[in-house]
């Protein structure tokens, strides 16, 4: 079964640290396009050490803990979104709750009707911690699945957070293919800025392709062979910027 890239942590938390790693990751490498965000991939990282480390802000979560995981950072709070915002740094919603593997499977396997539910989960959670009405949400799709497998069942789940939100605030979390077949199945919406889409596109599984169309690119990914980012001992991944509008809050749409 194919490894979502969280699973990986399990291995990786049972090495230590290399000596002098904490201090040598303080900064983000310099990109020509600027702005970069940080999602949260071990523990949640304070507003002041993501934005002392150069970020521009943060992908936080609006969806519960699945049963048996730790992170302290599903869902996120009013309190620490009010901080990201109090401190100038943007904000962007996503979603997930399962991973393959686990009793809590992968969120697209539930279909349409798992999609309503989750849909309804993220939206609560969202106007809970001050996220506006205009914003989209991107929705996970956190394993390399084939295309028989995005249209029989993951583009169903799409269809059931349609009803909920709206094509037009419905976004994708997934690799290079993923993200392709939502854009093309009109699943996810649109950016303001021309020509981009609710496309939160990984590395992992793209195999060195990109979705013109993403407003976002995974480009460092936690595993455990590269523990990735690390802002003050905390391990996070690190997204490129890619459109003006990349469902940041604080823009009015």
Known sequence: MPRSRREVLRY?????????????????RARAE????????????????IKSAGFGGALVYVSELRPGATFDFKPVTRDYAD???????????????????WPTPSDFTRGRDGGVADAQTALALHT????????PIFFSVDEDIDAATWKSTAVQWFRGI?????????????????????????????????????AWQTKAWSR??????????????????????VID?????????????????????
């Open 162 to 198: 349609n009803s909920v939100l709206g094509v037009s605030r419905t976004g994708i979390y997934g690799g290079r293919r993923q993200c392709g077949w939502a854009i093309a199945d009109g699943v996810v919406g649109s950016s303001t800025s021309p020509g981009y889409r609710w």
């Open 83 to 101: 901080r990201l915002r109090a401190a100038g740094l943007q904000v962007v919603s996503c979603y997930q709750f399962g991973k393959p593997g």
């Open 34 to 49: 600027g702005l970069q965000l940080v999602d949260f991939a071990d523990r949640l990282v304070q507003p002041e050490q």
């Open 128 to 135: 809970a911690a001050g996220g506006p009405d205009s914003a």
């Open 233 to 253: 001992g905390i391990h996070v991944d690190v997204n490129d910027v890619l459109a003006a509008d990349f469902g940041q809050w604080e823009l009015a749409r």
């Open 208 to 229: 060195g392709e990109r979705e013109p169309a993403a407003v976002l690119f995974q480009r460092e990914v936690v595993t455990a062979s590269d523990p990735g980012f």
């Open 12 to 28: 990786a938390a049972l090495a230590a640290v290399p000596a002098g790693l904490a201090a040598l990751s303080t900064a983000p």
